[in-house]
């Protein structure tokens, strides 16, 4: 049985930072793809960013890349989401998901909602102003 857990979440200032982490277990396939996605009160699910199952690349919602940074221990299989100078916008809860499929847009694993075939329950970000 395939089992996410992310943690890590909490309340920050405006400006910190805070390193969330996804940790996979039941899933030895090999070539698949983790990506994190976030949810606001009363807004939509948006994708951060994904990274391979090999912890080589990466892809990021524009908006995102700079600010945020996925990437995996491969010893552990436990993926990281580190979030650098938030914003008050950036409170929601975020969630890991995995997509048992690993495709490429040029060196970007392909990532959005959609294509994700395991999800786990979220770890709630909060940032005050």
């Known amino acids: 049985e395939v089992q996410l857990q992310a943690s890590g979440g909490g309340l920050v200032q405006a400006g910190g930072s805070l390193r969330l982490s996804c940790e996979i277990s039941?899933?030895?396939?090999?070539?698949?793809?983790i990506g994190w996605f976030r949810q606001a009160p009363g807004k939509e699910r948006e994708m951060v960013g994904c990274?391979?199952?090999?912890?080589?690349?990466?892809s990021y919602i524009d908006s995102m890349e700079g600010r945020f940074s996925i990437s995996k221990n491969n010893a552990n299989s436990t993926v990281y989401l580190q979030l650098a100078n938030l914003k008050p916008d950036d409170t929601a809860v975020y969630h890991c998901?995995?997509?048992?499929?690993?495709?490429?847009?040029?060196?970007?694993?392909?990532?959005?909602?959609?294509?994700?075939?395991?999800w786990g329950k979220g770890t709630q970000v909060t940032v005050s102003s």
């Open positions: 998901a995995v997509d048992r499929t690993l495709e490429f847009s040029g060196n970007s694993p392909l990532c959005n909602y959609g294509r994700m075939d395991y």
């Open positions: 990274i391979d199952s090999y912890g080589d690349y990466t």
């Open positions: 039941g899933f030895d396939k090999s070539g698949w793809t």
